[in-house]
């Protein structure tokens, strides 16, 4: 992308009103298996899942305990660097102890951040886990992830929009668009 370039985005693939719609959806999903649980951790990955999980945990009727842990991969590309850096997980690990966590994530595609964090929480002995991602790559991914709350699945493609980004920017696009390459 150019200076001169208009917009970052080729294309848009899911509208602002899909995405509340997708939202909605999502969290009437939660609140119908949490519906008599109070002992409720989530877990926000950091940064692209913030406002995606702002939006879901703002619609549901259970009590929530939001914590937030910083995981990356791509440190300022469109590739995966293959190697999962965590931060800010060490002050959680004993918060996490016999709580039921749901790990909330922005987007599934090689699945090495989704294991490398649900790998960590194996040794942080939470009662159990669930996981809620936004959107899934239709890519075979290199690590396999059960994920129990999907939003929408995607081409592959590089997405910025609604906390996704690019080198830091174009999180505050409302819509999840293909980055101009």
Known sequence: MTARDSKPYERILI?????AQTVKRLASELNTAYADTDNVLALVILEG??????DLLGQVHFPVQVEYLSASSYRGTTQSSGSIRLQGHLDLARKLRGRKVLL????YDTGLTLAAVQDWL???GPA???TCVLLEKEITHQKQISIDFLGLSIEDCFVIG???DYQGRFRDLPFIA???Q
């Open 15 to 19: 509208s602002a009103e899909r995405l």
């Open 49 to 54: 899942a913030r406002i995606f999980a702002s």
């Open 104 to 107: 909330i994530d922005d987007i």
């Open 122 to 124: 194996g040794i942080c």
């Open 128 to 130: 159990d886990v669930k």
């Open 162 to 164: 609604y906390g996704l």
């Open 178 to 180: 293909a980055l101009a």
